[in-house]
């Protein structure tokens, strides 16, 4: 990219028609510092023809409306307990121990490489789930021996008995070990059947591939007793808890990948949707052992994202402004996790970001990060949301043509 142009023409294309992008966002670093304060405000410019700025336009608004009452459930049964002003400022107190890890660039010292050895149970996977021809579809688990870093998080954070219980569904083939597809969900969009008919997963399971469903820490058999919804206590802790929530994300995948190797899985890679793109994108910079990153409709950078997701917004900006935090202070406590904070270990050519036009959940201009972060790495615009990915058939396609490019494949 000519970073004296002040435009960016993105090689996917709709209908002949360019994606044209009007200004470039990536700062240098610290980016926490060098971003606009008002990322949040600035608007997803694309230059698009008539007819895919009037998709565009559709299904922006559709997702507008299911944001608000996302965040409306959000605000009302997580925030209140996690961005209070007296939990910003207990969490605040702490905040050194992230931002000197954050500081340093090198993702092993907030992402401990987990112990091997952690004993994984198989059992059947619950019902409904694939049923894979000339395979098996299990079901997953360990204890997990995470730990916060936090001192003061750790006795709460462990009391959460079904959070510290790793899951995820494992479809194989019988013929032996494959390269293997790691799925990663997105924010309440836990359940194993929801992700494999989004994102097609059975048709990767035919092209020789193996499948593994990751479940986020605090979702599905993950979620509290009291939790209100899959999802709630990754942000209703605060953001030392979401800090160690992220943390455990990684830590947990870790543990799985070291189990799909003692099974003799040669390649593993890594794809994910929204705050699972967000892992994925994580990953890339954390384990050099992950073949490919493949993050769809990312999230990059968490806080920015709460600051848009009205009226969870109001709850967070007057917590800050009570508390007298900085949007570029909150922005660094919660750099430790960002993949925008580290260079990926995997090689530009093995990343693939999808991002969608109209998505007002994950706005494009999070994925414009990544993709600024990454050098310009292969991406695919497509002209729908966050849930109605419109030509999501074609960027699968794009997807195992990606995999097939870079030799992710199996040559039995």
């Not at 160690?244 to 794809?271: C, N, P, W």
């Not at 109001?314 to 570029?328: D, E």
């Not at 994925?367 to 991406?379: G, K, T, V």
């Given at each position: 990219?000519?970073?004296?142009?002040?435009?960016?023409?993105?090689?996917?294309?709709?209908?002949?028609?360019?994606?044209?992008?009007?200004?470039?966002?990536?700062?240098?670093?610290?980016?926490?510092?060098?971003?606009?304060?008002?990322?949040?405000?600035?608007?997803?410019?694309?230059?698009?023809?008539?007819?895919?700025?009037?998709?565009?336009?559709?299904?922006?608004?559709?997702?507008?409306?299911?944001?608000?009452?996302?965040?409306?459930?959000?605000?009302?049964?997580?925030?209140?307990?996690?961005?209070?002003?007296?939990?910003?400022?207990?969490?605040?107190?702490?905040?050194?121990?992230?931002?000197?890890?954050?500081?340093?660039?090198?993702?092993?010292?907030?992402?401990?490489?987990?112990?091997?050895?952690?004993?994984?149970?198989?059992?059947?996977?619950?019902?409904?789930?694939?049923?894979?021809?000339?395979?098996?579809?299990?079901?997953?688990?360990?204890?997990?021996?995470?730990?916060?870093?936090?001192?003061?998080?750790?006795?709460?954070?462990?009391?959460?008995?079904?959070?510290?219980?790793?899951?995820?569904?494992?479809?194989?083939?019988?013929?032996?070990?494959?390269?293997?597809?790691?799925?990663?969900?997105?924010?309440?969009?836990?359940?194993?059947?929801?992700?494999?008919?989004?994102?097609?997963?059975?048709?990767?399971?035919?092209?020789?591939?193996?499948?593994?469903?990751?479940?986020?820490?605090?979702?599905?058999q993950r979620r509290g007793k009291w939790a209100p919804f899959s999802g709630a206590g990754y942000f209703s802790g605060g953001?030392?808890?979401?800090?160690?929530?992220?943390?455990?994300?990684?830590?947990?995948?870790?543990?799985?990948?070291?189990?799909?190797?003692?099974?003799?899985?040669?390649?593993?890679?890594?794809?994910?949707?929204?705050?699972?793109?967000?892992?994925?994108?994580?990953?890339?910079?954390?384990?050099?052992?992950?073949?490919?990153?493949?993050?769809?409709?990312?999230?990059?950078?968490?806080?920015?994202?709460?600051?848009?997701?009205?009226?969870?917004?109001?709850?967070?900006?007057?917590?800050?402004?009570?508390?007298?935090?900085?949007?570029?202070?909150?922005?660094?406590?919660?750099?430790?996790?960002?993949?925008?904070?580290?260079?990926?270990?995997?090689?530009?050519?093995?990343?693939?970001?999808?991002?969608?036009?109209?998505?007002?959940?994950?706005?494009?201009?999070?994925?414009?990060?990544?993709?600024?972060?990454?050098?310009?790495?292969?991406?695919?615009?497509?002209?729908?949301?966050?849930?109605?990915?419109?030509?999501?058939?074609?960027?699968?396609?794009?997807?195992?043509?990606?995999?097939?490019?870079?030799?992710?494949?199996?040559?039995?």
């Open positions: 990219m000519d970073r004296n142009s002040n435009l960016v023409t993105v090689a996917s294309k709709i209908e002949n028609s360019d994606f044209i992008l009007t200004r470039e966002l990536m700062p240098p670093q610290p980016w926490w510092d060098n971003l606009e304060a008002n990322f949040y405000k600035l608007p997803d410019d694309f230059e698009l023809n008539f007819k895919t700025e009037m998709m565009v336009g559709g299904t922006a608004t559709v997702d507008v409306a299911l944001r608000t009452s996302v965040a409306s459930l959000v605000s009302v049964l997580a925030l209140p307990f996690g961005a209070s002003p007296l939990k910003l400022q207990k969490d605040y107190n702490d905040s050194e121990i992230y931002k000197e890890k954050a500081n340093s660039g090198d993702p092993s010292l907030f992402f401990k490489r987990p112990v091997r050895g952690v004993p994984i149970h198989e059992g059947p996977a619950g019902w409904p789930h694939f049923t894979p021809k000339h395979g098996s579809c299990v079901q997953l688990s360990f204890d997990s021996p995470f730990v916060p870093t936090n001192p003061r998080l750790r006795d709460g954070y462990l009391r959460n008995k079904n959070n510290m219980k790793a899951t995820a569904q494992y479809w194989r083939h019988d013929s032996g070990p494959r390269p293997t597809i790691c799925v990663i969900h997105g924010f309440m969009a836990d359940p194993y059947w929801l992700n494999s008919m989004f994102l097609g997963l059975p048709w990767f399971y035919e092209q020789g591939y193996d499948i593994l469903l990751y479940t986020l820490p605090h979702h599905g953001i030392a808890n979401i800090n160690e929530s992220v943390a455990h994300s990684v830590h947990d995948f870790r543990i799985f990948m070291d189990y799909l190797e003692d099974q003799g899985v040669e390649k593993i890679g890594v794809t994910g949707i929204s705050l699972g793109g967000y892992t994925a994108s994580l990953l890339a910079a954390v384990e050099e052992r992950l073949y490919f990153s493949v993050p769809n409709v990312p999230v990059v950078s968490l806080f920015d994202l709460m600051l848009q997701w009205f009226p969870a917004s109001m709850v967070i900006k007057a917590g800050l402004r009570l508390s007298g935090i900085r949007i570029q202070e909150a922005r660094h406590f919660m750099a430790v996790h960002c993949p925008l904070t580290y260079k990926p270990l995997i090689p530009k050519e093995r990343l693939f970001i999808v991002g969608g036009a109209g998505d007002r959940l994950a706005p494009p201009k999070h994925a414009r990060l990544l993709w600024e972060h990454w050098d310009q790495c292969m991406i695919h615009w497509f002209p729908g949301n966050h849930v109605l990915h419109l030509d999501r058939n074609l960027y699968l396609r794009e997807m195992s043509n990606f995999l097939k490019k870079i030799d992710f494949s199996w040559s039995g």
